[in-house]
């Protein structure tokens, strides 16, 4: 087993959040130094046509000396799009109970409530416990 991969295995700290099709894992590892950094997986669940699944991860490993620089940039990012979009999922496909309306063209993701979608709220992410 290469360096690389023993590194990746120390894991000191790990957390998951599970988000419909995606799973996100915060993991703090050690490295040869004895130094840690975190890392961000998302994993992505994808089925074949045979009913089969596989999954996609991406990764961003995030070292101490940006972690400030990212949660200030994270923590402005998410606040816009609150701020500029509110908390309520518009998409109609991230809303799980969402149904179509085929006779009123005109239909708005604001309606979704009535015809009983689901909403999901957001969670401001803070870094300072790392």
Do not use: C, P
Not at 86 to 101: L, M, N, P, T
């Amino acid at each position: 087993m290469s360096d690389h991969e023993m590194m990746d295995k120390e894991e000191i700290f790990s957390k998951v959040l599970r988000a419909g099709r995606r799973t996100y894992f915060f993991d703090v590892r050690a490295t040869k130094a004895g130094d840690y950094y975190l890392t961000i997986t998302e994993s992505k669940k994808f089925t074949n046509d045979d009913g089969s699944f596989h999954y996609k991860k991406h990764k961003i490993y995030l070292y101490k000396e940006d972690f400030t620089g990212f949660t200030e940039i994270l923590n402005e990012m998410t606040n816009f799009i609150v701020e500029e979009k509110g908390e309520e999922v518009i998409s109609e496909r991230h809303q799980k109970d969402f149904q179509k309306s085929y006779d009123d063209s005109s239909y708005v993701a604001s309606n979704a409530e009535e015809v009983g979608a689901s909403t999901e709220s957001f969670t401001d992410v803070s870094f300072d416990d790392i």
